[in-house]
């Protein structure tokens, strides 16, 4: 089961396939390497636990990383594991919030846990979380700086332009919120389209930057926005066949949320955002937007209250292909649903994920699964709050609390990645989804 510490967050869903699914997981997961012969398999850091650990979370817990802690080690893991059992059965981590029981499933980059590997970590540390033979330990995965581009493999080279914050940003100790706006000049000759983009804060501000937007402000007028950096947030790269346009003359418009490091140190920023350029003679045959949906900023959330719950709608003009679905709230926040309504009122769920404001996660859908939402369609988000003790993010749980920019305040929309499809365009899509799912049932 899962412990007893599950605060009220943690879901009934979970605590049954723990309980009923667990045993039986357990059970598989704990089932001999290739012809070793194990009676009682007993699970073992070396054999059963080091590789999950590897693969799911030591790109932050390392030496040097974001994590409080490394993860590398048995000793360090033996002495955080009741915590750790903690944090994955009620999947605190890895950061990755989709709910898998609704909605469509199917996306990149996904680090979660599955219920097996949970069900390994959890029965490894009830067990008494045993070394096991030293020998039998998985390689550490080797990982680039801090500083550098996580894309740069990915892309197979560093960014096609870069460009930073005009001055450095120093962040005093013990200080408030800052939300700065600076403005750098592209120095772009030609217009561009965007394939690929990773904001950077600065070694030393990686600790301080909560938050950086940029927007483009096109030489004659007009522009947009362009990405959004917060904790946990890493690059972007656009889905293939799409692109969005950066124009010859730009200029950038950063919006960052600083506030003071919880090592009591100050800190210098210099973030800085990489951008990777599709080939020059190269056009993209969709053009990516990613916009705020279904913004509800008549917030109204009472003092002490738990559970409330707001709702924002955004009507389509056309039809668009949604490739990205990513929760925005602030502190209070706890989940967010995002559904479509049909014009002949059919309703239907596209995914639900639990929030924590230190995170912001773009659950990118892969291509096969990409919701196609038709014109005249409306798309509805649900947000869900608990702005009493329960939720340690809340501040004076005796205040009201409502729509505003500080972290403070709250707010309610999603951020979509998207791309318009015709009428035609639209229908082969639907037409070539019926065929697959056809082809896949028989
Ligand atoms: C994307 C980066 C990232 C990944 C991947 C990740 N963690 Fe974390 N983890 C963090 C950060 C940052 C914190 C501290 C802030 C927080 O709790 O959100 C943290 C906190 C924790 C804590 C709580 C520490 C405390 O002081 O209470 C535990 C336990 C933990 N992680 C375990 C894991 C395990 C186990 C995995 C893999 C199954 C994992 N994490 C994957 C970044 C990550």
Same mark, same amino acid.
């Given at each position: 089961?899962?412990?007893?510490?599950?605060?009220?967050?943690?879901?009934?869903?979970?605590?049954?396939?723990?309980?009923?699914?667990?045993?039986?997981?357990?059970?598989?997961?704990?089932?001999?390497?290739?012809?070793?012969?194990?009676?009682?398999?007993?699970?073992?850091?070396?054999?059963?636990?080091?590789?999950?650990?590897?693969?799911?979370?030591?790109?932050?817990?390392?030496?040097?990383?974001?994590?409080?802690?490394?993860?590398?080690?048995?000793?360090?893991?033996?002495?955080?594991? !009741?915590?750790?059992?903690?944090?994955?059965?009620?999947?605190?981590?890895?950061?990755?919030?989709?709910?898998?029981?609704?909605?469509?499933?199917?996306?990149?980059?996904?680090?979660?846990?599955?219920?097996?590997?949970?069900?390994?970590?959890?029965?490894?540390?009830?067990?008494?979380?045993?070394?096991?033979?030293?020998?039998?330990?998985?390689?550490?995965?080797?990982?680039?700086?801090?500083?550098?581009?996580?894309?740069?493999?990915?892309?197979?080279?560093? !960014?096609?332009?870069?460009?930073?914050?005009?001055?450095?940003?120093?962040? !005093?100790?013990?200080?408030?919120?800052?939300?700065?706006?600076?403005?750098?000049?592209?120095?772009?000759?030609?217009? %561009?389209?965007?394939?690929?983009?990773?904001?950077?804060?600065?070694?030393?501000?990686?600790?301080?930057?909560?938050?950086?937007?940029?927007?483009?402000?096109?030489?004659?007028?007009?522009?947009?926005?362009?990405?959004?950096?917060?904790?946990?947030?890493?690059?972007?790269?656009?889905?293939?066949?799409?692109?969005?346009?950066?124009?010859?003359?730009?200029?950038?418009?950063?919006?960052?949320?600083?506030?003071?490091?919880?090592?009591?140190?100050?800190?210098?920023?210099?973030? %800085?955002?990489?951008?990777?350029?599709?080939?020059?003679?190269?056009?993209?045959?969709?053009?990516?937007?990613?916009?705020?949906?279904?913004?509800?900023?008549?917030?109204?959330?009472?003092?002490?209250?738990?559970?409330?719950?707001?709702?924002?709608?955004?009507?389509?003009?056309?039809?668009?292909?949604?490739?990205?679905?990513?929760?925005?709230?602030?502190?209070?926040?706890?989940?967010?649903?995002?559904?479509?309504?049909?014009?002949?009122?059919?309703?239907?769920?596209?995914?639900?994920?639990?929030?924590?404001?230190?995170?912001?996660?773009?659950?990118?859908?892969?291509?096969?699964?990409?919701?196609?939402?038709?014109?005249?369609?409306?798309?509805?988000?649900?947000?869900?709050?608990?702005?009493?003790?329960?939720?340690?993010?809340?501040?004076?749980?005796?205040?009201?609390?409502?729509?505003?920019?500080?972290?403070?305040?709250?707010?309610?929309?999603?951020?979509?990645?998207?791309?318009?499809?015709?009428?035609?365009?639209?229908?082969?899509?639907?037409?070539?989804?019926?065929?697959?799912?056809?082809?896949?049932?028989?």
């Amino acid at each position: 089961m899962v412990n007893s510490t599950s605060s009220t967050h943690s879901k009934p869903w979970y605590s049954y396939s723990l309980g009923v699914l667990g045993a039986f997981l357990v059970i598989l997961s704990a089932a001999p390497a290739l012809g070793q012969q194990t009676s009682g398999a007993t699970l073992t850091f070396a054999d059963h636990v080091a590789p999950i650990i590897y693969d799911k979370c030591v790109e932050c817990h390392r030496p040097d990383s974001i994590a409080p802690m490394s993860l590398i080690d048995y000793a360090t893991v033996r002495a955080w594991a !009741p915590i750790i059992k903690d944090r994955v059965a009620n999947r605190k981590m890895p950061p990755y919030f989709i709910d898998k029981t609704v909605g469509v499933q199917g996306f990149e980059d996904d680090r979660s846990l599955t219920d097996a590997e949970i069900a390994t970590i959890v029965s490894w540390v009830d067990t008494g979380a045993a070394q096991g033979s030293m020998v039998n330990l998985p390689s550490v995965p080797f990982f680039e700086d801090n500083v550098a581009w996580t894309l740069e493999d990915e892309m197979g080279r560093p !960014p096609d332009l870069i460009i930073p914050i005009p001055d450095p940003f120093n962040v !005093p100790a013990g200080g408030p919120n800052w939300w700065m706006t600076f403005y750098s000049d592209t120095g772009l000759t030609e217009d %561009r389209w965007i394939k690929a983009f990773e904001t950077k804060p600065s070694a030393d501000g990686f600790p301080v930057v909560h938050h950086a937007v940029t927007s483009m402000e096109f030489p004659e007028g007009g522009g947009g926005f362009l990405s959004e950096y917060a904790l946990g947030k890493t690059a972007d790269i656009n889905p293939p066949g799409t692109g969005q346009l950066i124009k010859a003359g730009t200029r950038l418009n950063w919006n960052i949320h600083y506030a003071s490091s919880p090592d009591g140190l100050d800190h210098t920023d210099r973030t %800085r955002l990489g951008l990777w350029f599709l080939p020059i003679d190269e056009e993209p045959e969709n053009i990516l937007v990613r916009s705020h949906m279904a913004d509800n900023e008549d917030l109204d959330l009472p003092g002490g209250e738990e559970t409330i719950r707001t709702d924002g709608y955004e009507f389509m003009t056309r039809n668009i292909r949604i490739t990205t679905f990513q929760p925005h709230l602030h502190n209070l926040g706890t989940r967010q649903c995002l559904e479509v309504i049909y014009q002949d009122n059919r309703r239907q769920t596209l995914s639900c994920a639990d929030w924590d404001f230190g995170w912001h996660i773009a659950y990118n859908y892969v291509e096969e699964v990409q919701p196609l939402i038709p014109k005249g369609s409306m798309l509805h988000v649900t947000s869900w709050y608990n702005n009493s003790n329960s939720n340690p993010w809340a501040g004076d749980s005796r205040n009201w609390v409502g729509f505003g920019q500080r972290s403070t305040d709250d707010m309610s929309f999603s951020w979509i990645s998207w791309y318009e499809l015709s009428d035609e365009e639209y229908t082969a899509a639907v037409e070539e989804r019926r065929a697959r799912s056809i082809a896949g049932s028989d």
